[in-house]
């Protein structure tokens, strides 16, 4: 009898708690992953994350220090039709404690922290060999974005973005009607070493601004730039930007104009060598210098929002659709329905379907653009 008292008594000052999590723990919102939505937690502090699935979110969401955790458990028991007993309420808090997510709890070890870039990694040294490797170029990623951001920022508004976003579109459906012009004249620039490097260094500044795009739209939209720098695999050389957290986001629009910015880039800076080009005459060879220009620096751009990993496509539409590991996990359930069909059609119909959809979607794309190469490869050598 005495121990049941005690037992009830320390059950009811378990349930009379108000738990909070920290202010900056990072929650992302639902995301398909196999058969499963689950939600991504981060402790920033340490960098580590970690997945929980729909239950576990309903409650972490929920210990905002004002609800008790009998309040939160009567919640949990309307909608789920299940009441959680005093050992889930301490394995939960147990765990969110370990992690460091609770108000007020001590913080985990250095041991618990993300290991730091090795010494090679850091501010101006080399991580890598002759043939590849990349070098960090910007001590602080952060604050040299939010130098940039805050010069662009009168330009990141819809009245400059939207305006800029149809010249764009109208841009690329006029040159897509000229493509037989643009083709010829690249192929005499391909015949003139000179204007042809000319070209191409623009076009490489033009990916470093791509880069540099999705820092600022990062910081714009309030996501972690975590690095700058110059990646190498010989005889290529690309400057890279290193964009986290922004999965955590809670807009999708948010998500898409951070992965998508450097490739709207790309097509802004070919805006005006796209007005000198109309306005040259057919034969000036300036203009079949910007027509190279135009159909190489729109081939880059474009191919960029190809939906297959890992450009920049290929993250917009995980983030529209909401998935975690897109490619992947399509894969994964195709061999899982080849092997036990009844596994997989224990998927949820939404996964099934897009996965499916995936997985035919970009064997038509890998084919079309074999079958692409293959035809422009066959118009050189017949035409030119």
Not at 209 to 236: D, Q, S, T
Request: glycine share 8%.
């Amino acid at each position: 009898m005495t121990v049941d008292s005690s037992g009830t008594a320390g059950s009811s000052a378990l349930l009379a708690q108000r738990p909070a999590l920290r202010r900056d723990v990072l929650v992302s919102p639902p995301l398909l992953r196999a058969a499963a939505t689950v939600h991504l937690v981060k402790n920033p502090y340490t960098g580590r994350s970690f997945e929980v699935g729909e239950k576990e979110h309903f409650l972490i969401s929920r210990l905002d220090g004002a609800r008790t955790l009998q309040q939160v458990g009567a919640e949990y028991a309307q909608h789920f039709g299940k009441r959680l007993g005093e050992a889930n309420w301490r394995q939960l808090l147990g765990l969110l404690g370990s992690r460091g997510l609770l108000a007020g709890a001590p913080e985990p070890g250095p041991a618990a922290r993300q290991p730091s870039p090795a010494p090679a990694e850091t501010g101006g040294m080399v991580s890598g060999g002759v043939l590849r490797g990349r070098v960090r170029m910007v001590a602080d990623a952060e604050a040299a974005t939010a130098v940039l951001h805050r010069g662009l920022r009168p330009l990141l508004r819809p009245a400059v973005l939207l305006p800029l976003l149809a010249l764009t579109v109208a841009m690329e459906v006029l040159l897509a009607l000229r493509v037989g012009e643009l083709g010829r004249d690249t192929w005499w620039l391909v015949q003139r070493p000179v204007a042809l490097l000319a070209v191409c260094v623009t076009i490489w500044f033009s990916i470093a601004l791509h880069e540099l795009a999705h820092g600022v739209a990062a910081r714009h939209h309030g996501a972690a730039v975590k690095e700058i720098g110059l990646r190498w695999r010989l005889p290529v050389a690309i400057m890279y930007c290193t964009v986290g957290d922004y999965v955590f986001l809670r807009r999708r629009r948010q998500q898409l104009a951070i992965a998508g910015a450097g490739a709207f880039v790309n097509l802004v800076v070919l805006l005006p060598a796209a007005a000198w080009w109309l306005a040259l005459p057919p034969d000036d060879s300036t203009r079949k210098v910007l027509s190279g220009l135009l159909l190489l620096g729109s081939f880059q751009a474009l191919v960029n929002l190809v939906p297959l990993p890992p450009l920049d496509g290929y993250a917009m539409l995980s983030h529209a659709l909401r998935i975690s590991g897109y490619a992947p996990e399509s894969g994964r359930y195709l061999r899982l329905r080849m092997r036990d069909r009844a596994a997989a059609a224990a998927y949820p119909r939404r996964a099934r379907t897009l996965y499916a959809a995936y997985a035919a979607g970009s064997a038509v794309l890998v084919c079309c653009a074999l079958a692409g190469a293959a035809a422009a490869v066959y118009a050189l050598l017949t035409t030119y």
